[in-house]
Nanobody, 124 residues
Framework: HVQLVESGGGLVQAGGSLRLSCAASGRTASSYSLGWFRQAPGKEREFVAAINWSASSQYYADSVKGRFTISRDSAKNTAYLQMNSLKPEDTALYLC?????????????????WGQGTQVTVSS
C-alpha cells in the first residue's frame, strides 16, 4: 500500500516559480513510477509529467515542456515538480500519482494510487 502526500502549492504571479513535492510512503513506494496530473475548474484531469522508478526517463505534456521539470529522490521516496515561467493557465489542483506501470505507457485509464492534491494558483 502506497500513500501520497503533496505539498508546495501556493499563489504566485505569472512568470513565477513553485516547487511541488510528492512524498510517497509504504514498503514498496520506491518501486513505483510517480507522476503529476492537474485539475482546473471546468476542465478534465490533465496529465502533466511522470518519472519512472529509476529516474532514467521523464515524460511531459506538451503544454509544460521547457518550463516544468520532474525529478525524484529515491532515498526519500519523494517526487518533485519544479515549475518555472508559470502561466495563469497552469492554475489547477495538482495531484500526485503512483503506479506500477512504467510511465512510457502513460497516460492510461487507471492508476494505482492518488494523493489529495495541492493547489497552484497563478495570477496575471
Amino acid at each position: 500500500h502506497v500513500q501520497l502526500v503533496e505539498s508546495g502549492g501556493g499563489l504566485v504571479q505569472a512568470g513565477g516559480s513553485l516547487r511541488l513535492s510528492c512524498a510517497a510512503s509504504g514498503r514498496t513506494a520506491s518501486s513505483y513510477s510517480l507522476g503529476w496530473f492537474r485539475q482546473a475548474p471546468g476542465k478534465e484531469r490533465e496529465f502533466v509529467a511522470a518519472i519512472n522508478w529509476s529516474a532514467s526517463s521523464q515524460y511531459y505534456a506538451d503544454s509544460v515542456k521547457g518550463r516544468f521539470t520532474i525529478s525524484r529522490d529515491s532515498a526519500k521516496n519523494t517526487a518533485y515538480l519544479q515549475m518555472n515561467s508559470l502561466k495563469p493557465e497552469d492554475t489547477a489542483l495538482y495531484l500526485c500519482v503512483a503506479d506500477w506501470v512504467d510511465p512510457a505507457g502513460w497516460p492510461r485509464e487507471k492508476y494505482e494510487y492518488w494523493g489529495q492534491g495541492t493547489q497552484v494558483t497563478v495570477s496575471s
